[in-house]
């Protein structure tokens, strides 16, 4: 069983830049497919981005791209999330998410992932 541990949330002001970070643990990082989340008040738990075991596919949400990047390190056992030109409407919890599925696409629905992880907060002040 996979243990995921986030970090790297926080403030942070309008246009600026954060990188979570997920750290994983009890299984082979590079069997996985990774994704992140996010859920803010009030409103449902919203995909953000992908990437395949490799790392060499990456999907990600109309409303983060250009935005945001993922990408993982198989040596660290850990996936980020780069987080640029930040705004207040991004104001969420994250979370990151691995789906055991041998699958060549990294999925967008949070039905498709097996493990999770608490999540950080990231608040964006205008």
């Known amino acids: 069983q996979v243990q995921l541990v986030e970090s790297g949330g926080g403030l942070v002001q309008a246009g600026g830049s954060l990188r979570l970070s997920c750290a994983a643990s009890?299984?082979?990082?590079?069997?996985?497919?990774m994704g992140w989340f996010r859920q803010a008040p009030g409103k449902d738990r919203e995909f953000v981005a992908a990437c395949s075991r490799s790392g060499g596919i990456t999907v990600s949400a109309d409303s983060v791209k250009g935005r945001f990047i993922i990408s993982r390190d198989n040596a660290k056992n850990t996936v980020y999330l780069h987080m640029n030109s930040l705004k207040p409407e991004d104001t969420a919890v994250f979370s990151c998410a691995a789906d055991s599925r041998w699958v060549s696409q990294p999925a967008s629905s949070g039905l498709e992932y097996h493990y999770w992880g608490q999540g950080p907060q990231v608040t964006v002040s205008s």
């Open positions: 009890g299984g082979t990082f590079s069997n996985y497919a």
